[in-house]
């Protein structure tokens, strides 16, 4: 049981290696396609004419997989937290190839995501044994996680009918509700997914069962939908703001949703239970002290521009002299460049 989880282990840390050097990648393909061209945050897609970000691509590709099959072999409780890890990876690549100043509590949220994760694995659940897409599929529509799901799709309409047209575009949580309710439903479909794959790699075909795709249009649904909102937040807001949260809310309900319907904890100890929850505090805490010792990005924008009133004169030091200047002397392109609140 426990040479699964090891299995899952690895899968999941080699997972999280790839995505966070994907990251860096693509933005390494991104500066150069942008030097020679429109950026893509202009609209532009120059970036498709380079190599270095169809590498990242790949790059990212290859990690989405090895994360799917750690899903085959080891539970959501241990698999899912150690997406952090990922955060680590572009933390530290940015550092040396980005030149983004890591920093003493950036190295500090590093350590505790390791050390969070740590607790995590050692007294992470074993993987229970599923010999077919039937036993799954009793596991799915037992009372508890059938409530699970109904009180999950409920809330879900709710922020999507009613708290989505009036919210949306200043709450938060709107979208991020949406995206870690819907995504704890995808973990479990695409678990559902993964063991069926395996299943049939093992010579027990589950392809010719009803089920099984059942499982795999409940996955497609909920993973379009997530990826619609999760791109409306990021959208929206501050991604140094939607990361921590959605992670947190999205790792929460995965392992409450794993617990339900795969019974993670059932024949766990009582301090087991405790270290792993702790354990994810601590991979959370060290998430959002990573995030919050970003820089922001700066971003212009036409509203940050304004003439000046003509009543205002400045002076410029140029080549160790003092030059005074009138406004009204000043060509408007240029007066137009000048911050209206720098004055204040």
Wanted: glycine share 8%; proline share 3%.
């Amino acid at each position: 049981m426990y040479r699964t989880n090891i299995i899952g282990f690895g899968l999941a840390v080699g997972s999280s290696a790839f995505i966070g050097s994907s990251f860096i990648i693509k933005k390494k393909g991104l500066q150069r396609a942008g030097a020679s061209g429109s950026r893509a945050s202009s609209g532009g897609y120059g970036y498709l004419l380079e190599p270095l970000w169809w590498i990242g691509m790949v790059t990212m590709i290859v990690g989405e997989f090895a994360n799917f099959v750690a899903y085959m072999y080891a539970p959501a409780v241990l698999v899912t937290p150690l997406g952090a890890l990922s955060i680590i990876v572009s933390a530290v690549l940015a550092h040396f190839l980005l030149k983004e100043k890591l920093g003493k509590l950036g190295i500090l949220g590093c350590v505790l995501c390791i050390v969070g994760s740590t607790v995590i694995v050692i007294h992470a659940p074993g993987e229970h044994s599923i010999s077919s897409v039937e036993e799954i599929w009793e596991l799915a529509i037992q009372p508890a996680f059938l409530l699970y799901t109904a009180s999950a799709v409920a809330v879900v309409l709710v922020l999507v009918l009613y708290c989505d047209p009036r919210y949306g575009q200043t709450n938060i949580l709107v979208y991020i509700g949406i995206c870690s309710i819907i995504g704890s439903l995808t973990v479990m479909s695409i678990k559902a997914v993964g063991i069926a794959i395996k299943l049939t790699l093992e010579g027990y075909s589950q392809v010719a069962h009803f089920k099984s795709w059942v499982f795999v249009m409940v996955a497609a649904t909920c993973i379009i939908t997530q990826l619609i909102y999760l791109n409306k937040a990021l959208d929206t807001f501050n991604t140094a703001i939607v990361s921590p949260i959605y992670y947190a809310l999205f790792t929460s309900l995965t392992i409450l949703a794993s617990a339900i319907m795969f019974k993670d904890w059932s024949g766990q100890s009582a301090s087991s239970i405790v270290s792993v929850l702790c354990g994810f505090i601590t991979v959370l805490s060290g998430t959002m002290v990573l995030h919050i010792t970003r820089d922001p990005e700066k971003q212009q924008s036409a509203a940050d521009y304004s003439v000046l009133s003509p009543q205002i004169s400045w002076l410029v030091h140029a080549n160790g002299e003092i030059w005074k200047q009138n406004n009204d002397d000043l060509l408007p392109e240029y007066v137009a460049l000048i911050h209206q609140d720098h004055f204040k």
